[in-house]
């Protein structure tokens, strides 16, 4: 799940929202939340928006 949730991310092509996410994977919520959480423990993705997330590279 991680790694679709970098891809729709990288896709997106700017910040975008954990709900956002879901939606463009037609995944249920609470897998993606549970997917950001663990991105952000490893500093894989950044926030530079608030409430809004985007890769770290």
């Known amino acids: ?8 991310m ?3 092509g ?3 929202s954990a709900g956002d996410v879901a939606k463009k994977l037609n995944a ?3 897998e993606v939340d549970k997917a950001f959480a ?3 423990k ?3 993705i950044v926030s530079p928006v608030r ?7």
């Not at 799940?1 to 729709?8: F, N, W």
């Not at 409430?51 to 590279?57: L, M, R, V």
């Open 14 to 16: 700017k910040p975008i």
């Open 42 to 44: 490893e500093g894989a």
């Open 28 to 30: 249920d919520r609470k």
């Open 10 to 12: 990288r896709e997106a």
């Open 1 to 8: 799940m991680k790694e679709q949730v970098l891809k729709a």
């Open 51 to 57: 409430c809004k997330w985007a890769p770290a590279e």
């Open 38 to 40: 663990e991105l952000k």
